[in-house]
């Protein structure tokens, strides 16, 4: 019986993409297959959450679908999370929870 081949834990879009979206939750520590070499992800990475497929820079477009959908704003390891405390969207503003955790910041990027 021929064996099957196990499901990627991260799925790329289009092969222009430099990030990939986690099919499953994934654990810090955990090692990943990105573009044929064994990277070891710093931190968990929720279901559907966006990975770095490369290093990234700040001011980097950051392209999924083949299209950008926003800008870094400070280094991303390859295999790093990408969300708003690292990206900031091109289009719309980005809100998150102050230190309060009841009033919002937001960034007009």
């Given at each position: 019986?021929p064996?099957?081949?196990?499901?990627?834990?991260?799925?790329?879009m289009?092969?222009?993409?430099?990030?990939?979206i986690?099919?499953?939750p994934?654990?810090?520590?955990?090692?990943?297959?990105?573009?044929g070499?064994?990277?070891?992800?710093?931190?968990?990475?929720?279901?559907?959450?966006?990975?770095?497929?490369?290093?990234?820079a700040?001011?980097?477009?950051?392209?999924?679908?083949?299209?950008?959908?926003?800008?870094v704003?400070a280094?991303v390891?390859?295999g790093?999370?990408?969300?708003?405390?690292?990206?900031?969207?091109?289009?719309?503003?980005?809100?998150t929870?102050g230190?309060?955790?009841q009033?919002f910041?937001?960034?007009s990027?």
């Amino acid at each position: 019986m021929p064996s099957q081949a196990a499901a990627p834990q991260l799925l790329l879009m289009s092969p222009e993409d430099n990030c990939l979206i986690a099919r499953m939750p994934l654990s810090a520590g955990e090692l990943v297959d990105i573009d044929g070499t064994q990277v070891t992800l710093p931190a968990a990475v929720p279901l559907g959450y966006k990975v770095a497929r490369v290093p990234l820079a700040p001011g980097d477009k950051v392209l999924r679908y083949g299209a950008p959908i926003g800008s870094v704003t400070a280094p991303v390891a390859r295999g790093a999370v990408l969300h708003i405390h690292n990206l900031a969207s091109d289009y719309m503003p980005t809100h998150t929870l102050g230190d309060d955790s009841q009033s919002f910041i937001g960034s007009s990027h």
